[in-house]
């Protein structure tokens, strides 16, 4: 069963997180199937948007932890390929948020370029609660998008946080009733846009800060892949199954 669903309307690529049941919790593979179709996207000249959403009302909540359990190396790992290929498109992405947004389900907003949530949207980072320590070079974009106190509360307390806080913290750009609604109106305006300079312009807007956001990336995920082998993160992960049996 397809996870990952996508549909190209024009110029417009829709990716769609479709695994409800488990509020869209990503896998391995999942991850894999996203970063491919950024990867298209980015090599498909008459491409203007992507827009990335959640099904059954959720965006994602996060990393799915089962796969934690398995000893992985973070120089092969299809969450640490996903956000290097995000962190480096120039095809604007937008995001469209309802639910719960856990983990990899914030820091990937970070790198998105228009983001919209409505009233239900949840955000937690629960990595120091889980014995672990930020990712997707969110200890270097989040203090430049919210400040660092703000910052510091969202990952160092782990308290989930809700959309007005998100607004104020510059995670989102706005409150939706719709939030797909708008990301589509997005998608539509950027489609009207010359291709190539809206390219071009993303590409300008990013130069500064992609060196540094790609050795973040790969600096947070030797940490954070030696976290996950220690004793703090193996009682968290024993405890969070505990309570799910």
Known sequence: MRMIRTQQDGPILEILIDRPERRNALTDA???????????????????????????????????LSEFQIPQSSRDVGSIAFLHTLADIDVPVIASVQGQAVGVGVTLLAHCDFVYADQTAVFRLPFVSLGLCPEGASSYLLPRLAGPRLAAQWLLHAQPFDATQALEGHLIHSIEDDPLAAARACAKGLAAQPTAALRASKRLLKANDRPAVHQVLDAEAAVFFERLKSPEAQAAFQQFFTRKG
Request: hydrophobic content about 35%; proline content about 3%.
């Open 30 to 64: 999942m991850y894999r199937e996203i970063d491919q179709a950024l990867q298209a996207a980015n090599t498909n000249p008459e491409c203007t948007a992507v827009i990335l959403h959640g099904a059954g009302g959720h965006f994602t909540a996060g990393n799915d």
